[in-house]
């Protein structure tokens, strides 16, 4: 439902949009919005990666970062969230317009263990102070 009034604002019901109507909302109208592809691994070393555009710098003393990270549907972790959980380290690459499309083959739904950085095309470097690493 929207609402507007005299005053040129416009309201809406977030109860009343279904999770998608919602999504789209925010993310279109909370700009400029970078997208991180965000790099971490799992206890046996594999690489996963991931697109976020929740995501944002809330302090930096001490320096704080906000990830909005979902569940899967049926509430377990997604790999970015178990991964962070169990080696508590993870790097932030901010996308670019060179690396969009394979981005968007990192946010394929793949089993847990296959590296997409790999199937994306893109190359893993090894991180300087995390073993999470960090793209070319």
Sequence with gaps: MVEQGT???????????????????????????????????????RVNAAPYSFFNCLSADPPILALGVENKPDRSL???????????????????????????????????GVDELKEAGLTAMPGTKIAAPWIR
């Design 7 to 45: 005053d040129a604002r416009t309201g809406f019901d977030f109860e009343a949009l279904s999770a998608q109507e919602r999504y789209k909302l925010m993310i279109g109208s909370i700009i400029p919005r970078p997208i991180a592809l965000v790099t971490t691994v799992d206890e046996e070393g």
């Design 78 to 112: 997604k790999d970015t969230s178990h991964n962070i959980r169990m080696t508590e380290v993870f790097t932030v690459n901010i996308v670019s317009f060179d690396i969009a499309e394979a981005m968007h083959v990192c946010a394929a739904k793949y089993p847990r």
